[in-house]
Every structure is written in C-alpha cells, then in structure tokens.
C-alpha cells in the first residue's frame, strides 16, 4: 500500500512537471517573435513577395524612409513603392539584417534597433550597389500578432 | 423648510460640478505632457542648458540613440547618450538655434508614446560667425516611468537629398 503511494505521488510529480515544462519549449518569446518579425521583413525582400510584406504592417504605420522620396514622414503603409519594387524577379534586392535588439516597453509593445545591408542586383547591369542602414522600429502585437507601428530607417551618416 | 431643502440639493449639485471639473482644469493630457518634453529638449538645446538637457533623459543603460551625424552613426546606449550633451555650456547661447517642426505625438499605451518631428538647425559658428542651416528629422520614444516622462530612445538623420 505504502509503495502504491509513493509510486502515484512520483506519477503526479512527473505530470505537474511535464505541464510546466511543455509550453515553454514550444511557446516563443517575445523577443523571438519580433525577431521573427524582422526576418520575414528580409524573406519578403529576397523573395519579391508582396503578400507576406504586406502581412508586416498595422494599417497604422508611419515611417521614415532612406530614399529623398521617403524623407517626410509617411502615413500608412506605402504598398505601391513595394508593388513597384516586387516586379523585379526574386533575388533583385538582398536584405540583411543584423545587430538587431529588442527592447520591451509595455505588454504589447516594443521597439527593435538594428542594421540592414540592402544589395540591388540590376538584372541588365553586372555591377551590384549596398547600402547601409541603421533602423529603429516600433512593434505592436495586435490581435495576438506583432506588426509594424513606426519605423525609421537612415543612411549611415558621413559628416 | 421646502427652501432648504431645495439650497441644500443646489450645493450638493454645484460641490459635485467641481469637483468634476477642477481636476481637468488643473491635469494636462498625455500628449501634452509628452510634448513639453519635446519643447524642453529644443529649449535646453537653444539655451545651451545642459541640466536641463539631461533631466529628460532615461538614465538607464537601456538608454538609446541614432545620431543624425558621422559621431552618433551607430547605436550609443547608456550613460554616454546623456553626457554627450555636455558639450552644450561650452559653447555661447546663439551658438544652436533649433527650431521645432510639424512634431506629431502617438500615444501608444498609457505609459508609451512617440513623437515625429523635424528639426531646422542654425548653426553658428562661435568665432567666424558664419551660419550653416541644417534640416533634420527625428523619432522620439517617451516612457512614462515613476510619473514622469523620459526619452528612452532618439533615432535623427538628416533629411535625405538623394
């Protein structure tokens, strides 16, 4: 009877620390999801696909982009630049970024400093161009997703 | 006695609109608490006042910033962010005139907002006294920690030219 005991107090031991165990390994963390998020910001670039760009963004976001035609700030998320962008095959423009560290600022938001290498490769011209970026992005996890709020991503300065 | 009765339901009414309005009067909102921040930064700024400058800063090694020149190319964090004003009492009021643009505050939650802003510097050049003019602009991240709001990340680039 004494054994019986044992064995069915070690049985609910091992269940209660198979619970605790079991969704921490499965389950993301925050950061990792928005460090999910800015891959799938790079794997749409690489792979020219819209939808997936499209699928990063609150229909709230602002930006501040590289280009003199991005220079004031832009309301809503500009699908026209990357339709235009996308209509080079896949592997046109290479993003890569890195450095890139989270920082949490309340439950369901957070903020993400990094860098990005942008490399074009004209499909008529040899001759590849990169440039690189340092970026600031705000995230906000909507409807149990992290997205895109606010971003701002410059040149390296030279002066 | 109806009289009284009707004195006293009229006190009651009028203790009752202020104390429903006196707190509103008084309390500034979010976004304007936010952007006093951000007319301090550009009143340090101008007038050179480098306490000022650094109380509205988070000093936290989580602290960040993305200058708009070569010296602030990559990620400064911490302490520096703050100190790097310090160069600020060394130079004449006049020295930096900033003039704050079309800033744009978004509050995100109840203890975080961004502002967007530009900002159009003339530099004067203490000794030569000749002027250069630049246009730059800028996302702030405010917190709000212990009841005050603090900048907890600057990101500033120049506007693009090409």
Same mark, same amino acid.
């Given at each position: 009877?004494?054994?019986?005991?044992?064995?069915?107090?070690?049985?609910?031991?091992?269940?209660?620390?198979?619970?605790?165990?079991?969704?921490?390994?499965?389950?993301?963390?925050?950061?990792?999801?928005?460090?999910?998020?800015?891959?799938?910001?790079?794997?749409?670039?690489?792979?020219?696909?819209?939808?997936?760009?499209?699928?990063?963004?609150?229909?709230?976001?602002?930006?501040?982009?590289?280009?003199?035609?991005?220079?004031?700030?832009?309301?809503?998320?500009?699908?026209?630049?990357?339709?235009?962008?996308? #209509?080079?095959?896949?592997?046109?423009?290479?993003?890569?970024?890195?450095?890139?560290?989270?920082?949490?600022?309340?439950?369901?938001?957070?903020?993400?400093?990094?860098?990005?290498?942008?490399?074009?490769?004209?499909?008529?011209? #040899?001759?590849?161009?990169?440039?690189?970026?340092?970026?600031?992005?705000?995230?906000? #996890?909507?409807?149990? #997703?992290?997205?895109?709020?606010?971003?701002?991503?410059?040149?390296?300065?030279?002066? | 006695?109806?009289?009284?009765?009707?004195?006293?339901?009229?006190?009651?009414?009028?203790?009752?609109?202020?104390?429903?309005?006196?707190?509103?009067?008084?309390?500034?909102?979010?976004?304007?608490?936010?952007?006093?921040?951000?007319?301090?930064?550009?009143?340090?700024?101008?007038?050179?006042?480098?306490?000022?400058?650094?109380?509205?800063?988070?000093?936290?090694?989580?602290?960040?910033?993305?200058?708009?020149?070569?010296?602030?190319?990559?990620?400064?964090?911490?302490?520096?962010?703050?100190?790097?004003?310090?160069?600020?009492?060394?130079?004449?009021?006049?020295?930096?005139?900033?003039?704050?643009?079309?800033?744009?505050?978004?509050?995100?939650?109840?203890?975080?907002?961004?502002?967007?802003?530009?900002?159009?510097?003339?530099?004067?050049?203490?000794?030569?006294?000749?002027?250069?003019?630049?246009?730059?602009?800028?996302?702030?991240?405010?917190?709000?920690?212990?009841?005050?709001?603090?900048?907890?990340?600057?990101?500033?680039?120049?506007?693009?030219?090409?």
């Amino acid at each position: 009877m004494r054994t019986k005991n044992i064995l069915g107090l070690l049985v609910c031991i091992a269940l209660v620390f198979c619970f605790y165990v079991t969704p921490s390994a499965n389950a993301a963390s925050a950061e990792d999801e928005i460090l999910q998020l800015v891959d799938n910001f790079d794997k749409a670039i690489n792979t020219a696909n819209y939808e997936l760009m499209a699928s990063l963004y609150s229909p709230k976001y602002s930006s501040f982009g590289p280009p003199k035609s991005l220079a004031y700030l832009i309301k809503g998320w500009d699908g026209e630049m990357w339709k235009k962008m996308f #209509k080079h095959p896949a592997g046109t423009y290479n993003s890569s970024s890195h450095n890139n560290e989270v920082t949490i600022l309340a439950e369901n938001l957070a903020m993400v400093t990094g860098y990005s290498t942008i490399t074009f490769y004209p499909p008529a011209v #040899k001759e590849e161009s990169s440039e690189l970026l340092r970026s600031t992005s705000i995230v906000q #996890k909507i409807g149990g #997703k992290w997205l895109f709020i606010h971003g701002h991503t410059s040149i390296l300065p030279t002066e | 006695m109806r009289t009284r009765t009707f004195v006293g339901l009229l006190s009651c009414m009028c203790l009752v609109l202020c104390i429903y309005v006196a707190p509103a009067a008084n309390a500034a909102s979010a976004e304007e608490e936010v952007m006093q921040v951000m007319n301090n930064w550009f009143k340090a700024f101008n007038t050179n006042d480098y306490q000022l400058m650094a109380s509205l800063w988070w000093n936290s090694p989580k602290l960040t910033k993305f200058g708009p020149d070569k010296a602030g190319t990559f990620l400064l964090q911490g302490e520096p962010v703050i100190t790097d004003w310090k160069f600020l009492p060394a130079d004449p009021v006049g020295t930096y005139a900033n003039s704050l643009r079309h800033p744009l505050v978004t509050i995100l939650d109840d203890n975080v907002a961004i502002i967007t802003l530009y900002n159009s510097q003339t530099y004067t050049d203490p000794k030569t006294k000749a002027q250069t003019v630049a246009l730059a602009r800028g996302t702030f991240v405010v917190q709000k920690i212990n009841g005050k709001w603090l900048i907890v990340h600057e990101h500033a680039s120049k506007l693009p030219t090409e």
